[in-house]
Antibody, heavy 125, light 108 residues
Framework: QLQLQESGSGLVKPSQTLSLTCAVS??????????WSWIRQPPGKGLEWIGY???????YYNPSLKSRVTISVDRSKNQFSLKLSSVTAADTAVYYC?????????????????WGQGTLVTVSS | DIQMTQSPSSLSASVGDRVTITCRAS??????LNWYQQKPGKAPKLLIY???SLQSGVPSRFSGSGSGTDFTLTISSLQPEDFATYYC??????????FGQGTRLEIK
């Protein structure tokens, strides 16, 4: 059974960089047919996709966050990471990591089938 | 970005009721539409993918339909454990995934 576990600082000062890691167990992060995403949820609000990294290493980011986001992978540790720079109070949220599964031929369908439990990051001085 | 709009934003219903939640996309997304259930303090859980396919292990009282811009999630007979928030998500634009704002389903 695949498991994802977020870790990182729960409190970040304004203008600093938020850093989180998602450790994957029960499967290889290098397996084809998947991408590895970060999704966040401000308190009491909805879900916002931040970006993902494919098994190949290609990345895609939410256009509204693109200038501040970096997602990377460490295959030796079977984990991927998120860095979000120049944070403000608006970045306070529960941050989830998730696996996106792709299937089909030609046109690919996808969905998020495994999620971490989420970690709350608060931006405050 | 493709905007996803859910209606209603909140809904009160009773155990045994039939409930329908609607999701509308700002442009055609074919059937690239997924539904998730989220309970307080928990991560979202996949219910329906590709608009109408039931995820393994999800009760058959959940069903999805639609294509193009208009989609529905139906719960045929509400159970106590179904009271939660539901989100739709489009996977048509893989470079910019978007979710609906959520529908909170409460006990009447």
């Amino acid at each position: 059974q695949l498991q994802l576990q977020e870790s990182g600082s729960g409190l970040v000062k304004p203008s600093q960089t938020l850093s989180l890691t998602c450790a994957v167990s029960g499967g290889s992060i290098s397996s084809g047919g998947y991408s590895w995403s970060w999704i966040r949820q401000p308190p009491g609000k909805g879900l916002e996709w931040i970006g993902y990294i494919y098994h190949s290493g290609s990345t895609y980011y939410n256009p509204s966050l693109k200038s501040r986001v970096t997602i990377s992978v460490d295959r030796s540790k079977n984990q991927f990471s998120l860095k979000l720079s120049s944070v403000t109070a608006a970045d306070t949220a529960v941050y989830y990591c998730a696996r996106e599964y792709y299937y089909g031929s030609g046109s690919y369908y996808s969905y998020f089938d495994y999620w971490g439990q989420g970690t709350l990051v608060t931006v405050s001085s | 970005d493709i905007q996803m709009t859910q209606s209603p934003s909140s809904l009160s219903a009773s155990v045994g009721d039939r409930v329908t939640i609607t999701c509308r996309a700002s442009q055609s997304i074919s059937s690239y539409l997924n539904w998730y259930q989220q309970k307080p303090g928990k991560a979202p859980k996949l219910l329906i993918y590709a608009a109408s396919s039931l995820q393994s292990g999800v009760p058959s009282r959940f069903s999805g339909s639609g294509s193009g811009t208009d989609f529905t999630l139906t719960i045929s007979s509400l159970q106590p454990e179904d009271f939660a928030t539901y989100y739709c998500q489009q996977s048509y634009s893989t470079a910019s995934i978007t979710f609906g704002q959520g529908t909170r389903l409460e006990i009447k």
